[in-house]
């Protein structure tokens, strides 16, 4: 396990509090890449240092830190300019990260699929490209690590253009696999279509485990999940939704690697519905769905229908929930749900959200059919919605919600009446 110093250095306006959870997220990212923190230094800056992020005595402080705790890297909350990093381990006689870095090796331990493997490649490489001078340094000496995983080892011995051409090959197989993502999604045109999105950690595969029952991987970690995963649930009265988890978001998250997951977030894009989940339970929750807002506007995924789903709320008294469903109604006009995934019927109010959209998509109609159509009406139960149902004499008169491909059969059968309400 990796010894590390984390260092903060933000702006003088950020609050306190700010800072510290900031900073605590940052030992959760090491913790997830598999470090251990020996040490943490926090400067307040007016603007950080052009050539070694932080002022002189601070760069001292480290140095003395380092050596006191014999630690083998320093990562910084803050995204570091090449030269700033190189100067940095000049004076530190130690391997610098970076915020953006240490989320891109995470990313690169977790992934699980093909696909998601070359999303973080490219992320690597195109993060790497111009740090290529620091970064041969270090790699001609060091073996594995933190911030070495991925490309980070099997491109030890390249050079900029044999990783030009890396990259080049990786988004043109990420386009095929952005077409193949496409035809599966045309498949699933007549299925509703649900996307959770979400804060890292909020309890997005817990909701889909819950309501689905399929073995997802759930873990207290950042980014325990990097792999989108859609699984089909019931949501009551007989209708069914396709549910997909998509990649968590944080702050700060690294450029390169918004762009190379948007076709994996295209899955989102396509949704009929996005559900939002916040963590309840954290002090910080605004500025998290603020973080996951703003990632949602560049992506181009701010329109279109959406509900806020409060999860972990089995860890708020009552008090707090109360005060948390009031400031809720008080700032946001987006239709809110407060759940919990680990309490029995405790997504209830979820599924009925998601239910009640389903519904307005399948037209009310009433039928006439003869009393004999058992496999008509069998298919009414399976695939619609029955609201009435009467018999008189040899005719059968149904109200019902039905999906429009049944709509269509009936319309096609002969001795069925049918009328749209």
Do not use: C
Request: glycine share 8%; no cysteine.
């Amino acid at each position: 396990m990796e010894r590390a110093i984390l260092v903060g250095a933000p702006l003088k306006e950020v609050s306190p509090r700010v800072v510290q959870e900031h900073m605590e997220e940052l030992h959760r990212l090491l913790d997830t890449a598999g470090g251990e923190m020996v040490g943490a230094v926090i400067q307040r800056v007016d603007s950080p240092n052009s050539h070694t992020f932080i002022g002189k005595g601070k760069v001292a402080e480290v140095r003395d830190l380092v050596q006191e705790q014999e630690a083998d890297l320093v990562i910084f909350d803050d995204d570091l300019k090449p030269d700033q990093a190189k100067n940095l381990e000049r004076e530190l006689g130690v391997r610098i990260m970076d915020r953006s870095e240490l989320i891109l090796d995470i990313f690169a331990s977790r992934a699980r699929t093909r696909e998601s493997g070359m999303q973080v490649e490219l992320a690597q490489l195109e993060y790497l490209l111009p740090r290529l001078q620091r970064m041969w340094t270090h790699l001609s000496r060091i073996r594995g690590g933190i911030g070495l995983r991925g490309p980070g080892e099997t491109q030890l011995e390249t050079d900029r253009r044999l990783i030009g051409k890396r990259i080049a090959d990786l988004k043109r197989k990420l386009v095929k696999v952005a077409r193949a993502r496409e035809t599966q999604r045309q498949r699933r045109a007549g299925e509703y279509r649900v996307s959770l999105v979400g804060y890292t950690n909020a309890g997005k595969s817990s909701i889909l485990k819950a309501t689905s029952g399929a073995d997802v991987l759930v873990e207290d970690r950042l980014f325990a999940t990097l792999d989108s995963a859609t699984r089909q649930i019931e949501v009551g009265l007989g209708y069914q939704a396709l549910l997909t988890d998509t990649v968590g978001f944080i702050r700060k998250l690294p450029h390169h690697l918004v762009a190379s997951f948007r076709s994996t977030l295209e899955e989102a894009r396509e949704a009929d519905l996005l559900v939002h989940v916040i963590d309840a339970s954290h002090s910080e929750w605004e500025e998290q769905m603020d973080v996951v807002d703003k990632v949602l506007t560049d992506l181009g995924l701010d329109e279109g229908p959406r509900i806020l789903v409060f999860n972990k709320v089995d860890r708020l008294t009552h008090d707090e929930e109360e005060a948390l469903r009031l400031r809720v109604r008080t700032f946001d006009p987006t239709p809110s749900v407060f759940v919990s995934a680990v309490e029995e019927g405790g997504l209830d109010d979820l599924l009925e959200a998601i239910r009640a959209r389903v519904r307005a998509r399948y037209p009310r109609v009433r039928l006439e059919l003869p009393a004999g159509e058992g496999e008509w009406l069998a298919a009414l139960h399976r695939e619609g919605e029955v609201l009435d149902m009467r018999t008189e004499g040899t005719s059968v008169y149904v109200v019902a919600r039905i999906p429009a491909p049944l709509l269509g059969k009936f319309r096609q059968e002969e001795g069925i009446r049918l009328e749209e309400l």
